[in-house]
């Protein structure tokens, strides 16, 4: 019989997979809240201002879904004014993703939020 997994003994770390994509998510959130921060415009510090608490969430945990829902919202305004956005499109898009990845399963292992 063929197993259903190429290496089925790693598979305990199938938990880790959200807590990484959550890591990912924060430092790219954090880094472009780093760019916008250092702009003279007020809506685009505003900007950042928000995605800096967003990837504050994401790193450590804490209210993980709705701050995946504020990233959806924040990279959807990254797609409507492209001068916000501080990253290519193709990783804007990946960061879409991720954030529908973590809304729908949850904050995975080391995370304040509870398992769903």
């Known amino acids: 019989m063929q197993p259903l997994s190429v290496f089925p003994e790693i598979l305990f770390l199938a938990p880790f997979a959200a807590f990484l994509i959550r890591i990912a998510l924060a430092i790219l959130l954090g880094y472009c809240a780093w760019k916008h921060l250092t702009n003279a415009d007020k809506t685009v510090r505003t900007l950042g201002f ?67």
Do not use: N
């Not at 608490?53 to 409507?80: D, E, N, R, S, Y």
């Not at 991720?98 to 304040?112: I, K, N, P, Q, V």
């Open 50 to 116: 928000i995605e800096g608490v967003v990837a504050t969430a994401l790193a450590l945990g804490t209210w993980t879904q709705p701050a995946a829902i504020a990233g959806m919202f924040i990279i959807g305004a990254w797609f409507a004014l492209p001068r916000l956005r501080a990253v290519a499109l193709g990783t804007a898009l990946l960061a879409f993703v991720m954030c529908l990845s973590l809304l729908l399963t949850g904050a995975g292992l080391l995370a304040f939020d509870l398992p769903l």
